[in-house]
């Protein structure tokens, strides 16, 4: 895809037994990407769209999104090995479902808040990051082997549903410069180190459970939680 694919309003559907890759700008209200050796494994695509599902059999997934109105992620589906990665700029960014069989999972959002729902790594990391609002893990975070990391520079991060790291992996939560942290899900890393750093407080009825918890922040801990 090295032109401009436009469908304003309407839907767009690429499919190749191959590959899908090139700079060249699909804009349209519906992307559906289906790949079976990669979907922006050289070249990552770009894409102006309100909704947006991805499948995928082998190699990498790599997508630039851009849009100053809400997106929505309604799936991503990596049934083979290779990596996910998803840069958004522009308005909020809302991920729905995400499964990655054989890598890791890399999800950023650089102008507005992000929410996740469902985000499965088989054998790899997560990283969620919002670098432009907040970040909120609505539903399960789970890694059969790898580590969670959910980072803002300057907003809330909000863990509502479970964050789960397989195989003795570790979970970070981390606010930079501002931004609360509120766990209200349950958080488990069995036998590894979950870290919660926080610009302001640290708050939330959630349950962490971990070899070892590590909490930092330059606001109170756990004082609406006595």
Known sequence: LTGTTTADGDAVSISAGGSINGAGTVTAADVTLIGGTGVG?????????DRVTVQNAAGNVAINSALPRPVTVASITHSGAGNIALIHTGGPLTVDSVSAAGGTVTINATAGPLTTGAINSVNGAVTLSSTGGALTAEGPVTTGAGAIALTT????VNV????????????TLTTITAGNITVA???????ATVTVD?????????????????????????????
């Not at 070249?43 to 102006?48: F, G, V, Y």
């Not at 899900?185 to 036998?191: I, S």
């Open 153 to 156: 520079t300057s907003a809330d």
């Open 41 to 49: 494994d050289t070249t990552a695509l770009s894409l102006a769209a």
């Open 185 to 191: 899900g349950v958080v488990t890393a069995a036998g």
């Open 198 to 226: 926080s610009a302001g407080t640290v708050d939330g009825p959630g349950l962490i459970t971990a070899g070892t918890v590590a909490l930092t922040a330059t606001g109170a801990i756990g004082e609406n939680e006595r």
């Open 160 to 171: 509502i549903g479970a964050l789960t790291a397989g195989g003795v992996s570790n979970i």
